[in-house]
């Protein structure tokens, strides 16, 4: 494996797991008071755009990180929309 496909899998990995302990909370709790709306919406609009881009490039760490990141963005989106 190369040292940047690894780089970027390592990458990915940090990021996407950064999402985690919001999304458990988000789902535990229900409260989105503290996220903004406009800022999710835009976020996992471009992280959808980001994972798209991923596909097309065949770009493997990209687009699995942003699949996973999709997920739990969507997920917290979702919450603050039905929570607010």
Avoid: H
């Amino acid at each position: 494996m190369k040292f940047t496909t690894l780089l970027g899998l390592m990458a990915a990995c940090l990021t996407t797991i950064s999402f985690i302990p919001q999304a458990i909370k988000t789902i535990k709790t229900k409260i989105t008071s503290g996220i903004s709306l406009s800022m999710y919406t835009v976020f996992t609009i471009g992280t959808l755009l980001w994972l798209l881009y991923g596909l097309f490039e065949k770009d493997v760490p990209l687009a699995c990180a942003n699949a996973v990141t999709l997920i739990f963005a969507s997920i917290i989106l979702a919450y603050k929309i039905r929570y607010k």
